[in-house]
Each structure stands twice: as structure tokens, then as C-alpha cells.
């Protein structure tokens, strides 16, 4: 199954768009230690990315937004142009396939990327995330508990999660989230995995 991205942009085909930030995750980065602040994060099929800018107005200065989209990345770029932010220095913009991307990153924040993909994908999510996250890294976020008629999205639950995470990742938490955007409420679950080996 191969997705259009770029067209399902120029059409307004994205439903999955909160409009602004997503709670579970901003309120995930306010609880990082502020030493921590400069360590490398990754935001992977990003859209819109409205956390990028809560994450530069709470002190992170290391910052990668990737999306294949085009469109993704011109509109975040221009939402982050019309800020007083000095963005630039701490804010990569990167339109690629998050399957062919290279580099280290000490955490990679996941809302609705994995659940865009086919799930016949879902390991090589897996072991591409392993490889992209420095010892000791974090991959953190929400995922779907639940099923979805089609999709993408593509649903699942906390077991088929446990289960595919296993072989690369600690499990650090995983529980129902209890702060997600209204219309996700009880239908998502938080996650914070640890890179395994480290
Ligand atoms: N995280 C955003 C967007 C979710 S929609 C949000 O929650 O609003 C899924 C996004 O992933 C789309 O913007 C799509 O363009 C992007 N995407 C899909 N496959 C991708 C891939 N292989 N590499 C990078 N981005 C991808």
C-alpha cells in the first residue's frame, strides 16, 4: 500500500490535525529536566508540528521537524517565520522518508505517525527508531488503542504494542492517557519505551 502524502496535503485530506499542540506530548517535554533542554529530539512525520513551537519557548535548542510532505514542512516553516523565535539556530526542518533518514537523537516524539504507516511496516518502525536514538534514548508519545474501519489510521492495542517494541526497546510506561486532546480522549495510550542495550 503505498500513500500519497503530498496529495492528501494539497487536498486538505488531514483529518488526524489537532490544530495545535498535542497536550500528552507538551506536557511530556515540560517535565524534562531543563539541563536536558539541549539534547537532540526528533518529531517523525510531523504534519503540522505545533509542538516545535512549544518546544522552542520552553528552552530546547536542538530540534529536528521531519516530514515526507513538502507541504508539512513549508507550512510548519512558515508558522515558525511569523514567531519572534530565533528558530534557525535551533530547528532543523527535514523533508524526507523517515526510513532512509540518518543521525542520532536522544528522544523522537510520536503522535499519529506510526498509525499513518501500513502496518506490515510497523518492525521496521521499530528497529529505524532503535537506530536513530543514542543509548539510553527515548521514544516517546501516544498511541492508538483502539481500531479503526480502514485507514489509515491503523489501530491497535497495548499487547500488539508490548509484543512489536520488545526486541528493541524497555517499556517504561504505557498506559491509558489520561490528558489526550478532547477527541482522542480514552482512545489513546501514553508510551515512554527506552532504547534497549544501553
Ligand atoms: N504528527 C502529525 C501528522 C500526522 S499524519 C500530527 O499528529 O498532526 C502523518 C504524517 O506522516 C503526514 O504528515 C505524512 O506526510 C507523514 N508521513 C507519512 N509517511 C511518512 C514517512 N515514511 N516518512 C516521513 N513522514 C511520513
Excluded at 529530539?41 to 513538502?70: K, R
Excluded at 519572534?84 to 524526507?96: G, I
Aim: proline content about 6%.
Amino acid at each position: 500500500m503505498m500513500i500519497d502524502w503530498e496529495e492528501r496535503w494539497q487536498s486538505h485530506q488531514t483529518g488526524w490535525d489537532l490544530g495545535a499542540a498535542s497536550p500528552p506530548l507538551t506536557a511530556y517535554a515540560d517535565q524534562i529536566f531543563l539541563e536536558k533542554r539541549h539534547f537532540r529530539v526528533l518529531m517523525p512525520g510531523c504534519g503540522n508540528g505545533y509542538e516545535a513551537i512549544h518546544l522552542l519557548q520552553n528552552g530546547f535548542s536542538d530540534i529536528t521537524m521531519l516530514d515526507i510532505a513538502p507541504s508539512a514542512i513549508a507550512h510548519l516553516e512558515q508558522r515558525l517565520s511569523q514567531t519572534e523565535l530565533n528558530w534557525q539556530a535551533k530547528l532543523k526542518l527535514v523533508c524526507t522518508d523517515f526510513f532512509h533518514v540518518e543521525g542520532v537523537f536522544d528522544l523522537i516524539l510520536e503522535q499519529t505517525f506510526f498509525c499513518a504507516l501500513d502496518p506490515e511496516q510497523r518492525p521496521d518502525y521499530v528497529r529505524k527508531m532503535s537506530d536513530l536514538l543514542a543509548p539510553g534514548g527515548k521514544l516517546a508519545g501516544v498511541l492508538f488503542n483502539r481500531t479503526f474501519e480502514g485507514g489509515p489510521p491503523f489501530g491497535g492495542d497495548t499487547e500488539e504494542y508490548r509484543r512489536l517494541f520488545d526486541p528493541y526497546f524497555e517499556l517504561k510506561t504505557l498506559e491509558t492517557c489520561y490528558n489526550s486532546a478532547a477527541p482522542r480522549a480514552g482512545s489513546e495510550v501514553f508510551f515512554i519505551f527506552e532504547k534497549k542495550g544501553s
